[in-house]
T-cell receptor, first 114, second 111 residues
Framework: KAGVTQTPRYLIKTRGQQVTLSCSPI?????VSWYQQTPGQGLQFLFE???????NKGNFPGRFSGRQFSNSRSEMNVSTLELGDSALYLC?????????????FGPGTRLTVT | TQLLEQSPQFLSIQEGENLTVYCNSS?????LQWYRQEPGEGPVLLVT???GGEVKKLKRLTFQFGDARKDSSLHITAAQPGDTGLYLC???????????WGAGTKLIIKP
């Protein structure tokens, strides 16, 4: 099976702009989670979608939003970018199997806000 | 609120040495995963432990889930430079749809 894909891999934006990141989960996985990772902050949970519905949400401002399509692909959007939004944004598709709940990550999108 | 405390935060050792990384919580987890992440890449799932007291081995890596399913450890024997990376633990808690993450252990193995 193909892994999780994220596009683009790198992005440079200016303060005040908006950005949309895309994620395609592993075939058959219906859950997609998004994380922000900055040096020294670990993985910060943004939100999780399952069957086109947001099922969980982290503690991020409303500038961060997402959606999931009927084919399980997901997008996240950040509006009015701030310098502090510079980070690696990770998408993970999830599977509840015999080994419990597991997440499989894409390579991430490195966002730089200048 | 469920928390996972991971220690140490940083570890730099010589090739050939042994090391242990810990993940501790006051909460019970239904399962716990260990991931390794290299710079600029996404975390890669190494192992999932489900049963209290469970021990899993992956070559030179040994993973253990505590009897009460509140803690876990990762032991690396004869560390090699290829083991360098950020090791993350994550537990499936109250909501099975959201993982609780440790802050990570940055491991550097010097040749």
């Amino acid at each position: 099976k193909a892994g999780v894909t994220q596009t683009p891999r790198y992005l440079i934006k200016t303060r005040g702009q908006q950005v949309t990141l895309s994620c395609s989960p592993i075939s058959g996985h219906r859950s997609v989670s998004w994380y922000q990772q900055t040096p020294g902050q670990g993985l910060q949970f943004l939100f999780e979608y399952f069957s086109e519905t947001q099922r969980n949400k982290g503690n991020f401002p409303g500038r961060f939003s997402g959606r999931q399509f009927s084919n399980s692909r997901s997008e996240m959007n950040v509006s009015t970018l701030e310098l502090g939004d510079s980070a690696l944004y990770l998408c993970a598709s999830s599977w509840q199997g015999a080994q419990g709940y597991e997440q499989y990550f894409g390579p991430g999108t490195r966002l730089t806000v200048t | 609120t469920q928390l996972l405390e991971q220690s140490p935060q940083f570890l730099s050792i010589q090739e050939g040495e042994n090391l242990t990384v810990y993940c501790n919580s006051s909460s019970v987890f239904s399962s716990l995963q260990w991931y390794r992440q290299e710079p600029g890449e996404g975390p890669v799932l190494l192992v999932t432990v489900v049963t209290g007291g469970e021990v899993k081995k992956l070559k030179r890596l040994t993973f253990q889930f505590g009897d009460a399913r509140k803690d876990s450890s990762l032991h690396i024997t004869a560390a090699q430079p290829g083991d360098t990376g950020l090791y993350l633990c994550a537990g499936a808690g109250d909501s099975n749809y959201q993982l609780i993450w440790g802050a990570g252990t940055k491991l550097i193995i010097k040749p």
